[in-house]
């Protein structure tokens, strides 16, 4: 069964870069058959979606987001990441990790099938 | 882009059914059948609930349905249960890699 973790600061300075991480276990992140993706939710609102990247580093973003969001992979690891730069108030959310199905049957073409628990970021001075 | 538009709440006493709707453009939800649904209980991650428009994953209780017609997407949940109070989340690939989701509707069981 494949799980999810995110892991990064949880309190943030205004104009700092946001760094986050997100380990999958129980599964490889290079099986080529999903994205891996980062989605983010501010206090008492909405899901936004930030962007998502291919096992091989092919990265899409959200057009509103794509100038300060950077996504990487690190296969060796299992790992993917999040970078966020020069944060505001803004950005204060909780941020999830999950998965994106890179295909159909049997697998859930752009559907997130699995999520992480989500981190706290909080931005203040 | 703008996000896809779900009614704020929605509410229905346990057995009745209820509608959700997700209103897009021919660009998103138009254009492609790649309509997702998501459950979110409080301080809980989403889980998916409908992938495709109208497929349910396992484990997936099948009084939960989707449909699509023309630009707007349907969740239906039948037999309503306390369980199923919820925030409900649309979703729908956009064209060019690109995903929008639904600003979410507040479910509550009377």
């Known amino acids: 069964q494949v799980e999810l973790q995110e892991s990064g600061p949880g309190l943030m300075k205004p104009s700092q870069t946001l760094s986050l991480t997100c380990t999958v276990s129980?599964?490889?992140?290079?099986?080529?058959?999903?994205?891996w993706s980062w989605i983010r939710q501010h206090p008492g609102k909405g899901l936004e979606w930030i962007g998502y990247?291919?096992?091989?580093?092919?990265?899409y973003y959200s057009p509103s987001l794509e100038s300060r969001v950077t996504i990487s992979v690190d296969t060796s690891k299992n790992q993917f990441s999040l970078k966020v730069s020069s944060v505001t108030a803004a950005d204060t959310a909780v941020y999830y990790c999950?998965?994106?199905?890179?295909?159909?049957?049997?697998?859930?073409?752009?559907?997130?099938?699995?999520w992480g628990q989500g981190t706290t970021v909080t931005v203040s001075s | 882009q703008s996000a896809l538009t779900q009614p704020p709440s929605a509410s229905g006493s346990p057995g009745q059914s209820i509608t959700i709707s997700c209103t897009g453009t021919?660009?998103?939800?138009?254009?492609?059948?790649?309509v997702s649904w998501y459950q979110q209980h409080s301080g809980r991650a989403p889980k998916l609930m409908i992938y495709?428009?109208?497929k349910r994953p396992s484990g997936v209780p099948d009084r939960f349905s989707g449909s699509k017609s023309g630009n707007t997407a349907s969740l239906t949940v039948s037999g309503l249960q306390a369980e199923d109070e919820a925030d409900y989340y649309c979703?729908?690939?956009?064209?060019?890699?690109?995903?929008?989701f639904g600003g979410g509707t507040k479910v509550t069981v009377l």
């Open positions: 021919s660009s998103d939800i138009g254009g492609y059948n790649y």
């Open positions: 999950a998965r994106v199905g890179a295909t159909t049957h049997p697998y859930y073409y752009y559907a997130m099938d699995v």
């Open positions: 990247i291919y096992y091989t580093g092919s990265t």
């Open positions: 129980g599964g490889s992140i290079s099986s080529g058959i999903y994205y």
């Open positions: 979703s729908s690939y956009a064209g060019s890699n690109n995903l929008l």
């Open positions: 495709e428009v109208t």
